[in-house]
């Protein structure tokens, strides 16, 4: 399992935090249970107000993080799902998707949460989605794994002791 040695999630107070998340659209129960989980997790962590954008799919992530971080988000949380099918579709929007996410974190020097699910099958992303019966919850972990990162980063542009 995928999850196995994950680090303890042990929420702290991101309240002067401004987080976004951007969620596709598509296998919507799927992207019900990340954003629920990502939701969650802000609570958790005590984010105010958090802003929520919705777009038509994964391929799309990219550009809307892109924007969001130009407003002066701390984190940004890309939630998606894509599921293989018998096209190389998979492959070059996941590739795309990714790549893409990547380049906003480095152009933007902002934290990126990475829920996107890159699955063979549409039970493999039920099984990560944190519903009810899944093993696994990556819309919390995408979003807490952000927050710590944006932390840090807060922490290391105030030039204060990070050990």
């Known amino acids: 399992m995928s999850g196995d040695g994950s680090p303890q999630d042990r929420p702290f107070d991101c309240h002067d935090l401004r987080v976004a998340v951007v969620a596709a659209s598509w296998h919507e129960r799927v992207m019900t249970g990340l954003l629920d989980g990502a939701l969650d997790a802000l609570r958790r962590h005590q984010v105010e107000s958090p802003v929520v954008v919705r777009v038509p799919g994964s391929f799309e992530l990219p550009v809307v993080a892109s924007a969001l971080a130009a407003q002066g988000f701390d984190a940004v ?3 998606g799902v894509i599921i293989r099918g018998g096209t190389p579709h998979f492959e070059y929007v996941s590739s795309a998707a990714t790549d893409g996410l990547a380049r906003v974190a480095l152009d933007h020097n902002i934290a990126i949460g990475f829920g996107l699910l ?42 204060e002791h990070l050990g």
Request: with cysteine.
């Open 77 to 79: 949380i890309a939630l």
């Open 118 to 159: 890159t699955c063979d099958n549409e039970q493999q992303a039920l099984d990560r989605a944190g519903l009810e019966g899944s093993s696994e919850d990556k819309g919390y972990e995408a979003t807490s794994a952000a927050l710590l990162t944006a932390v840090t980063l807060k922490r290391i542009r105030r030039r």
